[in-house]
Nanobody, 126 residues
């Protein structure tokens, strides 16, 4: 099990940028595939981005491609989500998630992630 702590959320105007961080502790960070999900009020928890544990391959939800970048720093046990050109529809609580499961193509399935942070609010005003 790994403990996750997000930071970096806030209020920003449309077109602005925010950077989220997720500090992992408890077990070997490199053993985990790390992802970001988001959940808007009254909606399902949606996949945003993932960075695979072995290959470092990254995948993004279509609406954030070209605007968001996921990265990880093994020395700091931290995964980041750089969000640029933010839109009001990006408003949500953003969650960091971790899994040691081999996901293959199922990286967007939130039920396969066993460890979650508490979430951080991102609000984009128009």
């Amino acid at each position: 099990q790994v403990q996750l702590l997000e930071s970096g959320g806030g209020l920003v105007q449309a077109g602005g940028s925010l950077s989220l961080s997720c500090l992992a502790s408890g077990h070997t960070f490199s053993s985990y595939t790390m992802a970001w999900f988001r959940q808007a009020p009254g909606k399902e928890r949606d996949f945003v981005a993932v960075i695979k544990r072995n290959t470092g391959l990254r995948y993004y939800e279509d609406s954030v491609k070209g605007r968001f970048t996921i990265s990880r720093d093994h020395a700091k046990n931290t995964v980041y989500l750089q969000m640029n050109s933010l839109k009001p529809e990006d408003t949500a609580v953003y969650y960091c998630a971790a899994t040691s499961t081999i996901l293959g193509s199922r990286y967007a399935d939130y039920t396969l992630y066993g460890d979650w942070g508490q979430g951080t609010q991102v609000t984009v005003s128009s």
